[in-house]
């Protein structure tokens, strides 16, 4: 049995798991995305905030160092758990054993009760964290980021449902813990309403946005240096390449576009911004066949995400609109980063992006993927795109990390509270 441990309410070391990407990774491609900024802005900030933090991941490579430090107070510790390359998310299942013997090791080197709160990111680093805190009497706080049951109930045409296993390891991790951190309401009431959830467990937070980074800019010298005409309609996708990002549905709608107005042709760029991810990566090239197959190969380009932050917000500011047609969506951080740089953003009416994106002010919502519904929306924010520049900056703008990170840290302190109430009481 685990000794019971006193801890202060207001935590000094958290231990944030997030095995199956890295937060050193470049967002856009393979299992890297939205979460990996999430995990890598929060962490900074709560490190401002006095808090130390350890972000435990898996080793990809024999030459990754075990410690990395990621900004002051906040360190990425790699564990070694099964081969460092070849093993894809869809197999990490079989490597949760050696996953939390790592992290459980790490904690072993030191005196009781060195981590505070466990902050899991996703169901397999959530059934990590599960273990790790009945092993040490530390709170489990979970962010799920993307749920198994709403994925599936909105699958892309041809897309592979989640398998039972996650199904199951979500359900368990989301009884487990002793917070859950929703990004909208809309998300919270799926897991009370899907999942069974207390609802005095979860806990709303929404994500931010680096306003000191994604913000107004030059267009004009944004689109110089990325090598685009000063005069033209720029319909920009970011993100991972696969169908439940959806992508196809910029593409279809391009093509429409170009039926309805031929001479478009000479003004109109189309770019995608992202690398295949999760069942994408089985027909990698399938966009750029797309584009082929549709007639606009020539108006379309690709661009791997690997430059880093600075180009990011280049293509932001170069664009006319940003569309995210997603079938699912815990939140949309692309979304408000494009809106930060005065962009309007043309996305899917659902989940996350709802409250991502105000309809009709920082841009439009769409009530499904039809290519023709896609094409006329795009236009008209095109037209709008003054007044829902305007709006996008200022939505944008009620969204910042630093206001995310006090509300984990309350939360943090919430469950904190809790564990030391129960103890309290047992020791009568």
Same mark, same amino acid.
């Given at each position: 049995?685990?000794?019971?441990?006193?801890?202060?309410?207001?935590?000094?070391?958290?231990?944030?798991?997030?095995?199956?990407?890295?937060?050193?990774?470049?967002?856009?491609?393979?299992?890297?995305?939205?979460?990996?900024?999430?995990?890598?802005?929060?962490?900074?900030?709560?490190?401002?905030?006095?808090?130390?933090?350890?972000?435990?991941?898996?080793? =990809?490579?024999?030459?990754?160092?075990? #410690? @990395?430090? *990621?900004?002051?107070?906040?360190?990425? +510790?790699? $564990? &070694?758990?099964? %081969?460092?390359?070849?093993?894809?998310?869809?197999?990490?299942?079989?490597?949760?054993?050696?996953?939390?013997?790592?992290?459980?090791?790490?904690?072993?080197?030191?005196?009781?009760?060195?981590?505070?709160?466990?902050?899991?990111?996703?169901?397999?680093?959530?059934?990590?964290?599960?273990?790790?805190?009945?092993?040490?009497?530390?709170?489990?706080?979970?962010?799920?980021?993307?749920?198994?049951?709403?994925?599936?109930?909105?699958?892309?045409?041809?897309?592979?449902?989640?398998?039972?296993?996650?199904?199951?390891?979500?359900?368990?991790?989301?009884?487990?813990?002793?917070?859950?951190?929703?990004? =909208?309401?809309?998300?919270?009431?799926? #897991? @009370?309403? *899907?999942?069974?959830?207390?609802?005095? +467990?979860? $806990? &709303?937070?929404? %994500?931010?946005?680096?306003?000191?980074?994604?913000?107004?800019?030059?267009?004009?010298?944004?689109?110089?240096?990325?090598?685009?005409?000063?005069?033209?309609?720029?319909?920009?996708?970011?993100?991972?390449?696969?169908?439940?990002?959806?992508?196809d549905v910029l593409l279809r709608a391009a093509a429409r576009l170009l039926e309805?107005?031929?001479?478009?042709?000479?003004?109109?760029?189309?770019?995608?911004?992202?690398?295949?991810?999760?069942?994408?990566?089985?027909?990698?090239e399938a966009l750029q066949d797309l584009a082929r197959a549709l007639g606009i190969?020539?108006?379309?380009?690709?661009?791997?995400?690997?430059?880093?932050?600075?180009?990011?917000?280049?293509?932001?500011?170069?664009?006319?609109?940003?569309?995210?047609?997603?079938?699912?969506?815990?939140?949309?951080?692309v979304a408000l980063e494009a809106q930060a740089c005065g962009t309007p953003v043309?996305?899917?009416?659902?989940?996350?992006?709802?409250?991502?994106?105000?309809?009709?002010?920082?841009?439009?919502?769409?009530?499904?993927?039809?290519?023709?519904?896609?094409?006329?929306?795009?236009?008209?924010?095109?037209?709008?795109?003054?007044?829902?520049?305007?709006?996008?900056?200022?939505?944008?703008?009620?969204?910042?990390?630093?206001?995310?990170?006090?509300?984990?840290?309350?939360?943090?302190?919430?469950?904190?509270?809790?564990?030391?109430?129960?103890?309290?009481?047992?020791?009568?």
């Amino acid at each position: 049995m685990t000794p019971a441990v006193v801890r202060t309410v207001h935590p000094r070391r958290i231990a944030v798991l997030s095995v199956h990407t890295s937060p050193l990774e470049q967002p856009g491609t393979g299992d890297a995305g939205g979460m990996n900024v999430y995990v890598v802005e929060t962490s900074k900030r709560l490190a401002e905030r006095g808090v130390q933090v350890e972000v435990f991941t898996r080793a =990809t490579s024999s030459d990754l160092p075990p #410690l @990395v430090e *990621l900004s002051p107070g906040v360190t990425v +510790r790699h $564990v &070694t758990a099964g %081969p460092f390359e070849g093993l894809s998310k869809e197999d990490l299942p079989a490597q949760l054993c050696a996953l939390a013997s790592g992290v459980l090791r790490t904690e072993a080197q030191h005196e009781p009760g060195w981590y505070d709160v466990v902050h899991s990111h996703y169901w397999l680093s959530g059934q990590v964290g599960w273990l790790a805190s009945e092993r040490w009497g530390a709170p489990l706080v979970h962010t799920a980021h993307t749920l198994a049951k709403v994925k599936n109930l909105a699958l892309a045409d041809g897309d592979a449902p989640e398998p039972l296993r996650r199904v199951v390891g979500e359900e368990q991790v989301i009884a487990a813990a002793d917070r859950l951190v929703a990004n =909208t309401d809309d998300e919270a009431r799926q #897991l @009370v309403d *899907l999942y069974g959830a207390e609802a005095e +467990r979860v $806990v &709303t937070v929404a %994500p931010g946005v680096d306003l000191e980074h994604f913000r107004l800019g030059d267009a004009s010298a944004a689109r110089t240096r990325l090598g685009i005409p000063p005069d033209a309609v720029v319909l920009l996708f970011v993100g991972r390449i696969q169908p439940l990002k959806a992508p196809d549905v910029l593409l279809r709608a391009a093509a429409r576009l170009l039926e309805q107005d031929p001479s478009m042709r000479q003004r109109l760029v189309v770019a995608v911004v992202g690398g295949p991810s999760g069942t994408g990566l089985a027909e990698p090239e399938a966009l750029q066949d797309l584009a082929r197959a549709l007639g606009i190969a020539d108006v379309t380009r690709f661009e791997a995400p690997s430059a880093g932050k600075g180009r990011l917000r280049d293509w932001y500011r170069a664009a006319s609109v940003v569309a995210v047609p997603s079938h699912s969506e815990s939140f949309g951080l692309v979304a408000l980063e494009a809106q930060a740089c005065g962009t309007p953003v043309v996305a899917t009416d659902i989940g996350g992006l709802r409250t991502a994106v105000r309809d009709g002010v920082s841009g439009l919502l769409v009530p499904g993927h039809d290519a023709g519904e896609w094409a006329a929306a795009l236009t008209k924010a095109v037209e709008m795109r003054a007044v829902l520049g305007e709006g996008a900056v200022a939505h944008a703008a009620q969204f910042s990390w630093s206001t995310t990170a006090a509300g984990l840290l309350a939360t943090y302190r919430d469950a904190l509270a809790d564990r030391s109430g129960l103890l309290v009481a047992s020791a009568r």
